[in-house]
């Protein structure tokens, strides 16, 4: 069902898999950043089915599928040999569901714009059911949307373009099996089952798997880290190759990483949060805005989220009406995806919409109900 791409041959190095994002391949997602990493792997890649190099699917398969799929790669590269492994978005969730099914085999992970449950499944079955209509081209131009941070099509259209190439060339029966398992994939509750080392990486401008989920990842497992790219939307290792190299290469063990991620712009601080320690290394474009990024990552993704006080649903409520009040409708934006994957259904985001009509002022509900049906009504 997988096909696997040889990216770095490296046969006698330890073996790094590397996973896709939706609508995407190894080759133009991962190459420029492999080819960047300064420790020594042999670095794999492997397609989605329908995507790539892989051929076609028949039948559904679940993300648990696609997480047997890449242990029978790995088999058949290494047999019986624990492997390093990073994904993004869906390769993020199948990184997951590789730590929880196959713990021993996975040495550690970096998970990558991704979440423990990604969108609503209400949005991925719509997707689904358009894309088995309309095929793949339907959902180019959100995609692109989607994917880059402002500015990053003007910046690197080849690659743009490249990435989009395989979108319109997936199949389309195939992509909508995968839209289907991320439907059914939420493994938020089990979080704290995954003792390997992670590295989450989220871009700041992602929309579909905001910063928060990567946080939650970050903390939820035993020995987490978190790193927040600036001007990155959901792509990161085509946006910035550079930097997710270095941050692999930290992660993985490779050589002179710390310097190269402070080079790249990126703190590193320590801090507890319960009775773990969580490394996280803050993202910033330059030193006037580092202070701030830590600000954010630390305490509001960090202490504050992950206090015992209040579970996530009622900060969500509580945040969103904040923001209602206030005006910030950028965030409120954000702020309505992450309450779906902080557990909120469509119908209680909108109960609560509707309580700021009585206490933050019809005009600002007003508002606010336009947002959040452009938003809900979005693929994630």
């Known amino acids: 069902m997988l096909t696997a791409t040889t990216i770095v041959d490296a046969p006698d190095r330890p073996l790094l898999l590397l996973g896709p994002s939706l609508g995407t391949s ?8 492999a080819e960047r990493l300064e420790g020594r792997h042999h670095v794999v890649g492997w397609d989605l089915p329908g995507h790539g190099a892989s051929k076609p699917a028949h039948g559904g398969f679940g993300i648990a599928g696609l ?8 088999d058949k590269l290494r047999p019986g040999q624990p492997f390093r492994y990073a994904g993004v978005s869906v390769g993020g969730a199948v990184g997951l569901q590789l730590l929880l099914d196959a713990p021993a085999r996975v040495e ?6 991704t979440s423990a ?8 079955r719509q997707r689904a059911e358009t894309v088995r209509a309309d095929g793949t081209h339907a959902v180019v131009g959100a995609s692109q949307q989607r994917w880059f941070a402002a500015g990053f099509t003007q910046h690197a259209p080849a690659v743009v373009t490249a990435l989009l190439d395989v979108l319109r060339g997936a199949d389309p029966e195939s992509y909508a099996l995968v839209c289907e398992a991320l439907a059914a994939f939420d493994v938020r509750d089990r979080l704290g089952e995954i003792t390997a080392p992670v590295l989450a990486i989220a871009g700041a401008d992602d929309l579909p798997t905001p910063p928060e989920g990567l946080a939650r990842i970050a903390a939820g497992v035993r020995n987490g880290r978190l790193v927040v790219l600036e001007k990155v939307a959901h792509l990161a290792p085509a946006e910035r190759p550079d930097e997710v190299a270095s941050l692999l290469d ?3 063990g490779g050589p002179a990483t710390l310097d190269r991620v402070r080079e790249a712009g990126m703190t590193v601080r320590r801090q507890v949060l319960g009775d773990e320690h ?8 330059t030193p006037f805005t580092r202070d701030f990024q830590e600000l954010i990552t630390a305490y509001a993704w960090g202490e504050i989220w992950t206090r015992p006080g209040l579970d996530r649903r009622s900060r969500s409520m509580i945040t969103l009406t904040a ?3 206030l005006g910030h409708h950028e965030e409120l934006a954000m702020h309505v995806r992450a309450a779906r994957t902080n557990g909120l259904t469509d119908d209680e985001i909108k109960e609560v919409l509707l309580q700021t009509a009585i206490y933050c002022g019809v005009p600002a509900a ?3 109900f336009r947002i959040a049906q452009r938003v809900l009504g979005e693929t994630s």
Do not use: Q
Request: charged letters at 20%; aromatic letters at 6%; one cysteine or more.
């Open 26 to 33: 190894a080759e133009t997602l991962w190459r420029r950043c």
């Open 67 to 74: 997480a047997r799929g890449v242990l029978t790669l790995a």
């Open 108 to 113: 550690s992970a970096a998970l990558i714009c």
């Open 117 to 124: 449950k990604i969108g609503e499944s209400t949005g991925w």
């Open 250 to 252: 930290e992660h993985f």
């Open 278 to 285: 969580v490394d996280r290394a803050i993202a910033a474009t």
């Open 323 to 325: 923001l209602v009040a």
């Open 366 to 368: 007003n508002t606010a």
